[in-house]
């Protein structure tokens, strides 16, 4: 595998003894395992790539009778299914690493925000965390965990959103700051880490932050797990090690025929055939949250466009006028321009738009709605328009 | 319409009174009762103490908590982008012609609903729906006929 720099890595599902590792875990102090993951380099697997290290820190430092660990897995990101299999094959490493967590920045209580198209998975979990509760007794350790499901709102991915969700509200961004490490759910502090992020904090503790940094990139430490689906003769879920280029995806996983490569879902960015060579996946090139969409020639960069606009139209709170006008009127921009009614030089002023939404928005829908528009239009504008 | 009945006080009993437990109460109505009704959700505001306008806030932000008449098996096929791409499109057909209802509605003898939804997390296995909580995957018009079959004669 080491020619096409593409190299599968096991470390996610690796088997372990839970017990065994916690209890290790137990025994260090908080700002030795918070040390283990500034050592690691680890960013948050989510998509936005915060260091958990750095995140945990600033939590343990709050001073609080109450904290709190949420985990987020209340995954919509269009063509991410990573901590849906997560949950399903390890959900033991996910209450793991939440308890590490918890004993990081101090907090006794835990709660998974799970999505809720994932609930057929909820009485498996229940039973999951009922042997986790017992053996963290047997440890003789305080954490408790619960879990809490979300409704349909893509929204609710965003942490604000889904702690004033989980307080029974809609759920609409907050204004920041404050962060949740210092005023989260129930406005105490709050770490907020993805399904991925904590069952890889959990494996850093038990092979040691050295272990970790042989893998991956200076910008982009260890392995994740790729979502992969599209033009593919392979979907599936993969977990790699960071720092491959595009292209060495493509050949692993393309079907001969591979014109754009969708990185990071929705909202993150279209990378064309021309540029498969020099772009890195990771946070030195394109970010991704896990979802890699693969599209061959025989697909409309159109349709991709149209289908992701609708969504992001349909999935704004409305809360903010940059996001809930702006996705609207990209929509009906591409179709005018589509149907004749505008003339091609409008795309340009709608990339402006796509600018001002990044700026102006209030949370992360809304600033990355440019990101797939942008470089979608940038690249494939003869099939915006013709 | 049905009558909520005692449920939203065992439900805030169970729960608690608390906002935190709006939610739960909420999804579980609509578990056993697939929507929420006008009654169903002033009820909910006087069991914790907040105005009706808050609780109808909350409800119609989420898509599966539905304020609308719902059938009791709701079919939520995804549009997302795999998905449009690996056959939605004769999934809605089948199933429309099967039902004998159009995206949106419900059929007569409330027992099915057929909506759109985003992506459910199963891009993988396209085309994918749920019906209530359940997925169903890598879906073809066959399959799909197969599986509301035996829906209807549940």
Same mark, same amino acid.
């Given at each position: 595998m080491e020619n096409t720099g593409l190299n599968k890595v096991d470390l996610i599902f690796e088997k372990i003894d839970p017990k065994e590792l916690l209890n290790k875990a137990f025994k260090m102090s908080s700002a030795e395992i918070i040390q283990n993951m500034l050592d690691s380099g680890l960013k948050g697997r989510g998509g936005a790539g915060f260091p958990t290290g750095l995140k945990w820190k600033y939590a343990a430092a709050e001073k609080s009778s109450e904290k709190y660990i949420v985990c987020n !897995?209340? +995954?919509? +990101?269009?063509?991410?299914f990573k901590d849906r299999e997560i949950l399903d094959r390890v959900s033991n490493k996910v209450h793991g690493g939440m308890a590490i967590a918890g004993k990081a920045i101090g907090a006794k209580n835990g709660i998974v925000y799970l999505r809720g198209e994932y609930r057929y998975l909820l009485p498996k979990l229940m039973i999951e965390l009922g042997l986790f509760h017992k053996m963290i007794k047997e440890i003789g350790y305080d954490f408790n965990i619960e879990y809490f499901m979300g409704s349909? !709102? %893509?929204?609710?991915? +965003?942490e604000s959103a889904l702690f004033e969700s989980i307080e029974g509200k809609r759920g609409e961004p907050r204004n920041k700051p404050p962060y949740p490490t210092v005023s989260g759910v129930f406005n105490k502090p709050t770490s907020i880490n993805n399904v991925e992020t904590l069952v890889t904090a959990m494996m850093i503790i038990h092979h040691g932050a050295k272990d970790f940094i042989q %893998?991956?990139?200076?910008?982009s430490r260890g392995s994740k797990v790729f979502s992969v689906s599209g033009d593919t003769p392979t979907p599936g879920i993969f977990e790699l090690e960071l720092g491959m280029t595009v292209q060495q995806f493509v050949n692993e996983f393309g079907d001969g025929d591979t014109k754009a490569v969708q990185v990071g879902g929705a909202s993150g960015f279209c990378v064309p055939r021309k540029k498969f060579a020099e772009t890195i996946i990771g946070f030195e090139g394109v970010p991704t949250g896990g979802s890699m969409m693969l599209f061959n020639s025989s697909r409309s960069m159109y349709n991709v466009l149209h289908n992701y606009l609708d969504f992001f139209t349909e999935e704004s709170c409305g809360q903010c006028t940059p996001c809930r006008v702006g996705c609207q009127q990209l929509l009906k921009g591409i179709e005018k321009v589509k149907k004749g009614e505008a003339k091609s030089t409008y795309l340009t002023e709608l990339m402006k738009l796509a600018d001002s939404m990044r700026i102006a928005a209030k949370c992360g829908l809304g600033q990355s709605v440019g990101n797939a528009f942008k470089s979608i239009v940038g690249n494939f504008r003869e099939e915006i328009i013709y | 319409m049905y009558q909520v009945g005692n449920l939203v006080k065992e439900l805030s009993g169970k729960y #608690? @009174?608390? @906002? #935190?437990?709006l939610m739960p109460i909420l999804q579980e109505i609509v578990q056993k009762h697939n929507y929420l009704t006008d009654e169903a959700m002033v009820e909910v505001a006087r069991e914790l103490d907040i105005s009706a306008a808050d609780v109808y806030g909350t409800a119609s932000f989420y898509t599966f908590l539905d304020t609308q008449v719902k059938g009791k098996y709701v079919i939520r096929v995804c549009k997302t982008i795999t998905c449009s791409m690996k056959g939605k499109s004769d999934i809605i057909q089948t199933l429309e012609d099967m039902l004998k209802i159009k995206v949106g509605e419900t059929t007569a003898n409330k027992q099915f609903s057929l909506i759109e939804t985003n992506c459910i997390g199963w891009c993988h296995k396209a085309p994918a729906i749920l019906i209530n909580e359940i997925p169903y995957t890598e879906l073809t018009s066959e399959k799909v006929s197969e599986i509301i079959k035996d829906y209807m004669q549940k």
């Open positions: !897995a209340d +995954e919509g +990101e269009p063509g991410t349909g !709102a %893509y929204i609710c991915g +965003e %893998y991956g990139t200076k910008d | #608690g @009174r608390a @906002r #935190g437990s």
